[in-house]
């Protein structure tokens, strides 16, 4: 309710400027007689003002002195209150922050006295404190009563700032081992044969054994089991299982006092599948035989807190060593970060965001990365096997293994996650890890956290700040400890570092650590800037590496690209400071031989990587002008034709680089979600630069030999994938040429010119060279091979008029201009138009003789031995198969549907599907296989160097093929099997649309 200006009382204005959001409601509940001392008293006004929500706090106190059994109790309270201001701030300050504590204060109006004593041993309790805090408890009900007491005073310490953070996890962890006694000792009361017959140790996992608990959260054990002397060990396990089912019960159940919490005994072996309790040596066999990976990452934080404290020992003593081996096993690394990986990819897509525990940038990144550390080098260093994050990051950093500013900053983070979390659980007990999105929360919270001005912005601003901080780290961290070892190492220095260091590099997964080394420690060593700043990005760039098919060759490209360019002042800032430039690069490396080898003829185009517009194909017009400039101002036809080749391969570089990037994706860009348009993006990419090559070459040999103009009229008609605009990174480009003598030449002359300028053409553009050559191919020319290179435009329309077959229409569907005279070009293309699009379509004849020429081809040309399911050309379901769809559709219906008038493959199916000329399921398949066949091609090359129409045979570069089309590593199968399905879906809608059947 809003009150008038003029009618708000004293009171009102005076709550108004305490921090309270409802005054008016405050003012009622101070109208009450018993609080008049509150009402009058300035102390305990600033007292409910200083509280995280003072309206809470004010209301928890109403119902804490309406709850006291007389006045008598109801004075004492509140003269305490006014008088004692350790019981003021704590009391006060756990009403303003936990809704659920007021409620039990309300429920147990004494309770409050438990704040009351402030004595040394009262600020940092321990197990025997909360012990004693317990052990009036005699059943579940007082058990619960008991706890929530003891949970009063952490939470009082806590929101008063006697206790920081991790201070009050301990406690937390503390009172829980405390509670799990105590719920023992009752269990064994109630069945004292079962505890005569046993010894059962408990076991605190996760949070608990690390101590550093949260308010609210399952406390995770495993129970460990041995019958004692003379007994028999089955009865004995029955009974250890019985007595740890009650103790769960005991914790767990809900009473009229509610729960404590869930006692999880999931972390055992076999999970919720294996036995409650297991003996020492049952343990130690599972462990040894079929643990996973994260079960020895649980491990890290095993610690006996309750029961037989000789056998819990025994087990820590015991799976120690296990855990310290971990590194060791067999893709550790790829397992423990798949699992971070299912983590995040199980968080529903509206809560990511708002995760502070599981999701990007949370306390799991701090908690992974801190323990990933460990785990690899713990097994030589004994000062990091603490089961408490904050305790083990300290380690790591005083060891060298983690920068100070960068553990400093994580630290600082974790506890801010670490506070948060407390302050969201404490409001109603409950069991969270969402940061709320109600204003009226977040205010609270902010408030509770010392963000008094602004507290929702403040908030939000800290929130984004640390989560930042989190995701920076995390890959960083996971990485560094190896190059500060590297760094350092000399001739002489002992064999234990440089084993330390090549095990890592081994679980990394590249093959020849010591080869690995020594281009780490070339890179690294040292004091120079140089130096300092490869340390910074190797660490990431490692990670980067590992997750590639070949680190190796990743992390060889680096070294030389940086051997190359390290002088350079430009190289390493821009890695250093461009954020996508490292990771850009990396991924490149370490793709495959054909994007690294451009990059190592010119190691400069890496600046390409550090600007998302570097990557962007260019247009084939501001291409064409830049080739014709280089070629303009080279000294012969040599030197220019490699000046537009220097174009050509920085180019593909580019194109190549975007590929792998929108493939693979990096964290600032995702890999693409469209292949089509990607592929499509290379193809044409691909297209645009071969034919500006072309024109730069045809450039170059008509002003050397000839001058300002050639004796006759020359134009380059590109055929094929190359008329397509479907070129991949391997394709030769198909053409025609065609040329006019020019008024007043005589034929030959003109013909010899045409043949001259063709024949040096090729030769230049496949001159031994650091470039990757460019190989034109004729073949598609009237006569094939046994024609002449060059004929006139008559020649070729006589040769269409009376000897053209009807394959030779077919591959016409792809003629397009290129490069050289334009209207000539054009005149061409109107001459063969009424070839490729016949009016009326094709006859049966025609059609019978398209369907046997694909016949043959299929039984002729597939090479011997090749597995025509995985051909991507000629195989079942690939490029020929929908090609040749397509086609027979363009030849069929091209004279009536001007959207079959295209070159490429895609836009024709497309228009053919929109004509209804072909089903959008069929045309989808179709389009599908394509693509898919296109994406293996440029694959191929990429990774091997070579062009290859079928997948490769090395397991490396299979793999790396796979990674490439979005494949995990370990699903190679999956990728082949995927083709094959795709593919055979495609053959059937070719047999039905092509053949008819």
């Not at 009361?189 to 505890?195: F, T, V």
């Not at 009226?440 to 902010?446: C, E, N, P, Q, S």
């Not at 590249?510 to 040292?526: N, Q, T, V």
């Not at 140089?530 to 660490?539: C, E, V």
């Amino acid at each position: 309710m809003t009150v008038p200006q003029g009618r708000r009382s004293s009171t009102f204005t005076r709550l108004l400027r305490y921090g309270f959001t409802d005054p008016s409601a405050a003012e009622r509940l101070l109208a009450a007689s018993e609080l008049d001392a509150v009402r009058t008293d300035p102390v305990l006004l600033d007292a409910l003002g200083a509280t995280a929500d003072p309206d809470l706090a004010l209301l928890g106190l109403v119902r804490l002195t309406e709850a006291q059994p007389d006045h008598t109790a109801r004075r004492e309270l509140l003269d305490t209150l006014i008088s004692a201001k350790p019981l003021r701030d704590r009391l006060l300050g756990v009403l303003g922050a936990s809704e659920a504590l007021a409620d039990h204060l309300a429920r147990h109006p004494g309770d409050w006295r438990a704040l009351v004593t402030y004595e040394a041993v009262d600020l940092h309790p321990g197990v025997a404190e909360f012990e004693r805090g317990l052990a009036e408890a005699h059943d579940p009900v007082s058990l619960r009563v008991a706890y929530r007491r003891c949970l009063l005073s952490i939470a009082a310490r806590d929101v008063c700032g006697t206790t920081d953070v991790s201070q009050a996890a301990a406690e937390l962890a503390d009172l829980a081992t405390a509670t799990l006694r105590a719920a023992l000792a009752m269990a064994r009361r109630a069945a004292p044969a079962d505890a005569a017959q046993c010894r059962l140790a408990v076991i605190a996992m996760g949070k608990c054994g690390g101590h550093e608990l949260n308010y609210v959260s399952d406390v995770d054990v495993i129970f460990v089991g041995e019958a004692v002397e003379g007994a028999d060990e089955d009865k004995a396990l029955r009974a250890a299982t019985r007595l740890a089912s009650h103790l769960m019960r005991i914790c767990s159940e809900t009473t009229v006092e509610g729960t404590i919490w869930p006692v999880d005994a999931n972390l055992r072996p076999e999970g919720r599948n294996g036995p409650l309790v297991r003996t020492l040596s049952s343990h130690l066999a599972y462990y040894q035989r079929w643990a996973k990976t994260w079960e020895f990452q649980a491990l890290l934080k095993a610690r006996p807190v309750a029961g037989d404290a000789e056998l819990g020992a025994d087990y820590v003593a015991a799976v120690a060593p296990l855990v310290w081996q971990a590194a060791e096993r067999e893709n550790f690394i790829d397992d423990v970060q798949k699992m971070r990986r299912r983590v995040v990819e199980n968080i529903p897509a509206g809560e990511v965001d708002r995760e502070l525990k599981l999701g990007p940038g949370g306390l799991r990144d701090v908690e992974f990365a801190v323990q990933l550390l460990q785990l690899v080098h713990g097994r030589a260093d004994a000062s990091l096997r603490s089961a408490t994050t904050l305790d083990a990051l300290a380690a790591l950093a005083a060891g060298g293994y983690v920068g100070r500013v960068d553990a400093t900053q994580l630290d600082d983070a974790y506890r801010f996650l670490r506070s948060l979390e407390h302050r969201i659980q404490l409001y109603r007990l409950r069991r969270t890890h969402l940061l709320p999105d109600d204003d009226a929360d977040l205010r609270r919270i902010g408030r509770s956290l010392g963000m008094r001005t602004e507290p929702l912005t403040d908030l939000a601003r800290a929130w984004k700040r640390h989560t930042s901080v989190v995701r920076r780290l995390h890959e960083k961290l996971f990485y560094r400890p190896l190059l500060d070892a590297v760094a350092q190492l000399a001739p002489g220095e002992s064999r234990l570092s440089t084993e330390a260091a090549r095990e890592r590099l081994v679980a990394l997964g590249y093959a020849d650590p010591g080869a690995a080394l020594r281009h780490l420690e070339a890179l690294a060593s040292g004091v120079t800037r140089k130096a300092a700043i490869q340390r910074t990005l190797l660490p990431v760039l490692l990670g980067w590496f590992a997750d590639s098919a070949d680190p190796d060759a990743g992390l060889l490209g680096f070294r030389k690209v940086s051997d190359a360019l390290g002088k350079t002042p430009w190289y390493l800032r821009l890695l250093r400071d461009e954020g996508a430039a490292a990771e850009n690069l990396a991924r490149v490396l370490s793709a495959g031989r054909f994007a690294p080898d451009l990059l190592l003829r010119a190691p400069e185009a890496v600046a390409l990587l550090g600007d998302a517009r570097g990557l962007q194909p260019r247009e084939r017009a501001p291409l064409e002008q830049e080739v014709l400039a280089a070629v303009g101002r080279a000294d012969g036809a040599e030197q220019a034709v490699a000046a537009a080749r220097g174009v050509r391969r920085r180019e593909l570089f580019r194109t190549s680089a975007a590929d792998l990037i929108g493939s693979y994706g990096t964290e600032e860009s995702p890999a693409e979600a469209d292949v089509g348009a990607l592929v499509d993006r290379v193809g044409t990419a691909v297209s645009d630069l071969t034919a500006a090559t072309i024109a730069g070459t045809l450039r170059a040999v008509v002003r050397a030999g000839w001058g300002d103009e050639l004796p006759t009229r020359f134009a380059v008609i590109g055929m094929g994938r190359f008329g397509g605009r479907e070129l991949s990174y391997g394709s030769d480009a198909d053409v025609l040429f065609v040329h006019e003598p020019r008024e007043g030449v005589d034929d030959q002359e003109a013909a010899k010119a045409a043949n001259a300028v063709v024949a040096e053409m090729r030769r230049l553009l496949q001159l031994p060279s650091a470039d990757p050559p460019l190989v034109i191919d004729a073949d598609l020319r009237p006569e094939g091979k046994s024609g002449p290179l060059v004929r006139t435009l008559k020649s070729y329309e006589a040769y269409y008029r009376r000897w053209s077959l009807v394959w030779e229409s077919q591959a016409l569907l792809r003629a397009d201009p290129v490069a050289g005279d334009a209207d000539l070009a054009r005149a061409f293309i109107d001459l063969v138009d009424p070839l490729r699009y016949p009016a009326e379509g094709l006859g049966e004849d025609a059609v019978r003789e398209i369907r046997r020429l694909k016949a043959r081809m299929e039984s002729e040309r597939l090479p011997r031995g090749a597995d025509p399911t995985l051909h991507t050309k000629l195989g079942r379901g690939g490029l020929s198969d929908v090609e040749w769809t397509v086609q027979l559709l363009q030849l069929q219906h091209g004279w009536a549907e001007p959207g079959l008038r295209t070159t490429r493959t895609r836009e024709a199916l497309h228009a053919a599907c929109a004509a209804e000329l072909i089903a959008t399921e069929d045309a989808a398949i179709l389009d599908e296989a394509w693509v898919l066949a296109t994406r293996v091609r440029n694959a191929v090359m990429l990774v091997r160097g070579r062009a290859g129409d079928t997948f490769p045979s090395d397991g490396r570069e299979l793999a790396a093929v796979g990674r490439y089309l979005g494949y995990d590593a370990g699903q190679v199968g999956v990728m082949l099997d995927d083709y094959r399905r795709i593919t055979r879906r495609a053959r059937a809608v070719m047999e039905e649309r092509f053949y008819g059947a």
